[in-house]
């Protein structure tokens, strides 16, 4: 009950913005539909003319009567469409722009367990059917809300027996047409879930193609498939069956109507109690019935997907952003890269991940932090430009609780190069300056690339820096991407950086020479670094040893290597691994 | 006629020639087809027959009050209606038959069809695109076969029948109620190159936003950490904003083409009043006439209102056709060789000659490789990454083709062997390890027919028993997508199990460098030693038991052999090979001994 009344919430929000559109739209198509349900009487009355004598220029007349009145319901037509097209593309557009806003609001944790397509989906299907409720659903709505009780009320004023007699299919038009409706929905949802199912075959085939040709399983695939696809095409026509049904019902019952009234109306002419131009009329009107009857049924289907959708919306809408300081902007000021961690713990969904982490790092500080896989290396320094919110304990920069800080002040002090590199699929440059809030100049943009060690590809690129990145462009290798990412990172020069295994593509002396150049860009930047290179970490200043969450060993190189423990441990192993890399 | 005519120049417009193509899938179906046509044509028969019955309820029986020849008309069009029902549901369901089974075999061609492509062509065209045109570009031509050409010609039935029906009943009515039939043409023309243009831009102002969200859902995290948000914001509000605008653009012109179709009609039926009514004053023509041509001047007006609807569709599927066509074009760089030699079981000799290979252009990776390996020989591959040891891997199971120089198995030109034999006799043990959604057997069986037993034994020689059989279900588990409830270490032994269960006489291994528990490693390295046995091996090798094993070993830079020889005469060498040994196995040799 809650649940539903947030939606009608939601629902309300979004109608009233445009109340005006609605009110015009609706006067606008009254106008229209008083004037179409008139055309049967002058139909009625041009026959009885001709039954009971009359002259060609009184059926002049009623000839302009009926151009005339398709000319005015035409134009107060024409308003009423586009006035709530308007209206539910202006919806469209807000749910849009409300969607991405929120979905830019949301933390990581958020986006760790959606699905990107899921997420694309709701953004344009489901924002697709809300729009389609609102045209042509509401439009066609609220036609047949007004065509309907004005014709039945004028056949009525006609003859109210005939009225009465031939509506009586009326109701099960409406209702045939929303109960298949309902059901072909149903199958047509299992349909969607055999096609995921044949999507999800074919990409998995072609993932695993190499596989699949050295094993000569292309056979074999084909089979599978084929069976899978046969499966698909019996769902379908398993909702063919019944949809098949849709138009031959509706069909059926509007003959249904005619027929009534070809008996009893033809009856009541013999018997002199109707004219033939009331029974003309009755005809008119009838046609004038059958689709926006039909139409009903369709437009509940609709407007029910449409309600499903927006509670789709609604569960993105109502998510929390989990990190809510994204206050009012602060003067924004520059860190000197105090960092302090104090008994910092950090669970993920209950599980814990850190625990009980404290160290201090000083301004221009070079800090490695090595462990296993999974020892919580990556989370940690995800701690501090807060994509994660720490569960217990604090973090101090320049001696302030990150809690207390802008958001945007701290993020701005902050370059991360991320362990998954993504670019955007923009020019070379573009991916560079995207680190940057004001936009910086082609030298800085130059510089970056260059202390990245990107500059010498960039150069050989056919448009150097308006090289466009990505399927359209110029696909670049592991190492290009990563060093882009690096110098988009770097070109801001931020007090603080943090490098999360952002190396990995890069070879030793690449990786030595982009830490080395930082600091003749950067003065005295303090920088976190997670690498498997001996010669990054044996190099700094401050050594974190992970084990399984917990902050085991800290200090430098000669230090922990005499304590000839877990760090002693890591970096033999390192030293060798490393070696076997380079083969 | 007029309708019609448009239509087909609108089909050139496109492409007949596409048309053409498509209409060929249909050919299978012919019987289909053709009895959906003739229910098509009942159809309009038979809409035509309801006006006409009214027309004679209302001349003989009602004006002449004839109440038992009025119930006789009414049985009459209850049988149609019983009998178009019937023929409407049959019809429906035929063509939405043959379009699913048009559909399916051109789901089947596409999947065939890249399975017979060589690995260059996957590294061209991404699994999305592909993805693309399997899905939603298939899906597009379902409309077009199973709604859109179809109720095209339906209509056209419908509107020939009418100007039939109405010319045979009074030629001179029906020709001052087609006396509007040129404005309307005019109309429908103007909509028709107004709305196609919209409609494109609608379409691709569709494909930004939703390309948009994709890209900056998936970079979010980018986008937070550079605290991007607004730029970003705007930018997406940009491309949403165009489209707003190209929607309510393009409403207008439906707002101002179904008002005027309606005035168009509403003319017509003005002068079948006008004039036809002053005929019945005259007494030329009988009332049931006016009536009669009343509905069909009705009829005749909405399927004209539908048409942007079917123009949108066939617009779609010309654009989508476009796109399979295109595909299904591409030839396979590398075909099978029609009556290639086919070898039951390989002695395992295998010979490169003088062998250049680049994967595109002249960027050579392989230059001028000869080597030849003895059968049951195990050779290592060793060098620095981009030495080109992966490519000699992908020439051997004819993943890619080389540019010249030869290379022979068993004494044969490998491009004379069936590609399909060849490759049931090699094996491959891949670095990372695929896995597919199913069980374990299916993993080590890959579909192909095996024996459970056959299974299982593969499985203890590699050591892969022992975990497969802790898992509830051994065999029968299921292995989640990617392998995400099994480790990397018992993913490889996986694989090993599935390279032996195919039982290949030559097999070829990349080693993996990921490191795993020491147990794990242990079993791993059992399972080589077991693997190797007895047969002609290729190894790029990472580690130093297996180099330390081999028979010989192939070192390689740059593309290039630079030194053969077994491990000691290599270091007695001092050459590429000592200093990669000095670099890379000494410390592992240490902790070794």
Redesign the interface.
């Known amino acids: 009950m809650n649940k539903n009344n947030g939606l009608k919430d939601i629902f309300y929000n979004y109608l009233k913005r445009y109340k005006w559109h609605w009110i015009i739209g609706f006067l606008t198509l009254a106008c229209a539909t008083g004037l179409t349900v008139l055309m049967p009487l002058v139909?009625r009355n041009?026959?009885n003319?001709?039954?009971f004598?009359?002259?060609?220029s009184q059926?002049?007349t009623?000839?302009?009567y009926?151009?005339g009145?398709?000319?005015s319901?035409?134009?107060f037509?024409?308003f009423a469409?586009?006035i709530v097209?308007?209206a539910s593309?202006?919806i469209?557009?807000d749910l849009?722009?409300d969607f991405?806003?929120h979905?830019?609001?949301?933390g990581?944790k958020f986006?760790d367990k959606s699905n990107?397509g899921d997420?694309?989906s709701r953004?344009?299907n489901d924002v697709e059917a809300v729009q389609q409720m609102h045209c042509p659903g509401f439009y066609s709505l609220l036609y047949s809300m007004f065509i309907i009780p004005l014709a039945v009320v004028l056949m009525f004023r006609v003859d109210p027996t005939l009225t009465l007699y031939s509506m009586i299919p009326m109701p099960f038009l409406a209702l045939a047409v929303y109960l298949l409706g309902k059901y072909v929905y149903g199958r047509y949802h299992k349909i969607q879930v055999q096609?995921g199912k044949?999507?999800?075959s074919?990409?998995?085939?072609?993932?695993?193609?190499?596989?699949?040709?050295?094993?000569?399983?292309?056979e074999?695939?084909?089979?599978?498939?084929?069976a899978i696809?046969?499966d698909?095409?019996r769902k379908?026509?398993n909702m063919?069956?019944l949809?098949?049904?849709f138009?031959?019902?509706i069909?059926?019952i509007a003959?249904?109507m005619?027929?009534v009234v070809?008996?009893i109306g033809?009856?009541r002419?013999?018997n002199d109690e109707i004219t033939?131009g009331t029974?003309?009329a009755f005809?008119?009107y009838l046609?004038m019935l059958v689709w926006p009857m039909a139409g009903l049924g369709w437009v509940l289907g609709m407007i029910q997907r449409g309600f499903a959708s927006y509670a789709r919306l609604k569960e993105i809408f109502d998510i929390e952003p989990e990190i809510s300081s994204l206050t009012e902007t602060q003067a924004k000021t520059r860190f000197k890269g105090d960092i302090e961690f104090k008994n910092v713990s950090f669970a993920y969904y209950n599980s814990p991940v850190l625990e009980d982490i404290s160290f201090k790092v000083k301004p221009g500080q070079k800090v490695a932090v090595v462990g296993a896989t999974g020892s919580g290396k990556s989370t940690l320094v995800s701690l501090i430009?807060r994509?994660y919110e720490v569960t217990g304990g604090s973090i101090f920069i320049d001696g302030k609780d990150i809690n207390s800080l802008d958001?945007?002040t701290l993020?701005?002090n902050?370059g991360?190069v991320?362990q998954d590199v993504?670019l955007?699929?923009r020019t070379v440059g573009e991916n560079i300056a995207?680190?940057c809030?004001s936009k910086p100049s082609p030298a800085e943009i130059k510089t970056a690339a260059k202390v990245a060690d990107l500059l010498k590809d960039i150069e050989k690129f056919p448009e150097q820096f308006n090289t466009l990145v990505g399927?359209k462009g110029v696909t670049l290798s592991g190492g290009q991407k990563q060093r882009t990412s690096i110098a988009?990172a770097i070109i801001k020069k931020p007090p603080i950086l943090i490098f999360d295994d952002a190396f990995s593509s890069v070879d030793t002396d690449t990786e030595r020479h982009i830490l080395n150049g930082l600091h003749e860009i950067i003065e005295n930047c303090t920088v976190f670094v997670i690498s498997h290179r001996v010669s990054t970490f044996q190099n700094a200043d401050l050594i974190l040893v992970l084990d399984e969450g917990k902050l085991v060993e800290q200090g430098n190189h000669e230090t922990l290597l005499a304590q000839g423990g877990v760090y002693a441990n890591i970096y033999?192993?390192q030293?060798?691994?490393e070696?076997?890399?380079?083969? | 006629m007029q309708n019609y005519h448009e239509e087909e120049i609108l089909g050139k417009a496109y492409d007949a020639r596409l048309m053409k193509r498509l209409i060929k899938y249909l050919y299978p179906y012919k019987k289909y087809v053709i009895t959906s046509f003739i229910l098509l044509i009942i159809i309009s028969g038979l809409k035509l027959v309801?006006p006409y019955?009214?027309k004679i309820?209302?001349d003989d029986?009602?004006?002449a009050?004839?109440?038992d020849g009025?119930?006789m008309?009414?049985i009459l069009?209850?049988a149609?209606?019983?009998l178009?029902?019937?023929v409407?549901?049959a019809q429906?369901?035929m063509m939405?038959?043959t379009g699913?089974?048009a559909?399916?075999k051109m789901?089947?061609e596409i999947?065939?069809h890249?399975?017979?492509q060589p690995?260059g062509f996957?590294d061209r065209n991404?699994?999305g695109?592909?993805?693309t045109r399997?899905?939603n570009d298939v899906q597009v031509l379902n409309e077009l076969f199973a709604t859109g050409v179809v109720t095209i010609f339906g209509d056209v039935f419908t509107l020939i029948g009418i100007v039939i029906a109405m010319f045979s009943i009074d030629w001179r009515l029906a020709l001052v109620t087609f006396v509007s039939l040129p404005l309307l043409a005019i109309a429908t023309a103007i909509f028709r190159k107004k709305v196609r243009e919209s409609y494109r831009i609608v379409r691709l102002r569709?494909a930004k936003?939703?390309a948009f969200?994709?890209?900056?859902?998936?970079?979010?995290?980018?986008?937070?950490?550079?605290?991007?948000?607004k730029e970003?914001?705007d930018k997406?509000?940009e491309n949403?904003?165009l489209?707003?605008d190209i929607?309510?653009k393009s409403?207008?012109y439906?707002?101002?083409f179904?008002?005027?179709v309606?005035?168009i009609?509403?003319?017509s039926?003005?002068?079948i009043?006008?004039y036809g009514?002053?005929r019945?004053?005259a007494g030329t023509i009988s009332?049931g006439v006016?009536?009669a041509f009343?509905?069909y001047a009705?009829m005749f007006y909405a399927p004209i209102r539908n048409l942007s609807e079917k123009y949108n569709i066939l617009q779609a599927a010309m654009a989508s056709s476009e796109r399979i066509f295109k595909l299904l074009d591409t030839e396979p760089r590398i075909i099978n060789p029609p009556d290639g030699i086919k070898l039951d079981k390989l002695k395992g000799e295998i010979e490169f000659k003088n062998v250049w290979f680049a994967y595109e252009d002249e960027n050579y990776v392989l230059k001028d490789i000869s080597f030849k390996v003895a059968p049951g020989e195990k050779v290592a591959f060793?060098?620095?990454?981009g030495a080109g040891k992966t490519s000699i891997i992908n020439l051997l199971?004819r993943?890619y083709e080389f540019q010249k120089g030869e290379i022979l198995i068993d004494g044969h030109d490998i491009r004379r062997l069936d590609?399909?034999s060849l490759?049931?006799q090699?094996g491959?043990v891949?670095q990372d390890v695929?896995i597919?959604?199913g069980n374990v057997a299916d993993n080590i069986s890959?579909?192909?027919k095996m024996d459970i037993a056959e299974i299982r034994k593969a499985s203890r020689r590699v050591n892969a028993d022992k975990f497969i059989e802790k898992m509830e279900n051994d065999y029968e588990a299921d292995l989640q997508e990617g392998g995400a409830n099994i480790s990397i270490g018992q993913k490889q032994l996986l694989s090993f199990a599935?390279a032996l269960a195919?039982n290949p006489s030559v097999l070829v291994l990349d080693e993996a460098?990921s490191?795993v528990d020491t147990e794990t490693e242990m079993l791993i390295q059992d399972a080589l030693k077991k693997m190797l046995e007895g047969r002609t091996s290729l190894i790029i090798a990472?580690r130093l038991s297996t180099i330390r094993d081999v028979d010989r070993i192939i070192v390689m830079h740059h593309g290039e052999i630079r030194e053969v020889g077994n491990h000691d005469q290599l270091m007695k060498k001092k050459g590429i090979y000592y200093r990669?040994y000095q670099?890379?196995f000494k410390?592992?040799e240490a902790?070794v001994g």
């Open positions: 139909l041009a026959v003319k001709l039954e004598g009359g002259s060609p059926l002049l009623d000839a302009f009926i151009v009145i398709s000319l319901a035409g134009i037509r024409f469409l586009v097209t308007i593309r202006k469209e557009y849009h722009s991405f806003e979905i830019e609001k949301l990581r986006f990107v997420l694309v953004g344009s096609l044949l999507s999800a074919v990409q998995e085939n072609l993932w695993a193609i190499r596989v699949v040709k050295a094993f000569d399983q292309g074999n695939q084909i089979r599978r498939f084929e696809n046969n698909y095409v379908y026509m063919v069956r949809w098949a049904l138009y031959p019902v069909y059926m003959g249904l005619m027929l070809l008996l033809g009856a002419v013999i033939l029974f003309v005809v008119a046609v430009p994509l958001m945007e993020r701005s902050i991360t991320p993504y955007f699929s995207f680190g809030e399927e988009r033999k192993r030293q060798l691994t070696e076997l890399e380079k083969i | 309801g019955l009214v309820a209302i029986y009602i004006m009050k004839d109440y009025l119930v008309i009414a069009f209850f149609m209606l019983v178009q029902f019937v409407r549901y429906t369901y939405q038959l699913q089974m559909n399916y789901r089947m999947f065939s890249l399975q017979k690995l996957f991404p699994v695109r592909l993805m399997m899905t569709i936003v939703n969200l994709q890209e900056h859902i998936t970079g979010m995290k980018i986008i937070q950490l550079f605290t991007r948000e970003i914001f997406f509000n949403n904003k489209l707003r929607h309510i409403v207008f439906y707002a101002v179904f008002p005027t309606e005035l009609g509403a003319i039926l003005a002068l009043i006008y009514g002053s019945v004053l009332f006016l009536v009343i509905q009705e060793v060098g620095a990454t199971f993943f590609m399909h490759r049931r090699l491959l891949l695929f597919f959604s890959l579909g192909e599935r195919f460098t490191s990472h990669l670099l890379q410390k592992e902790k």
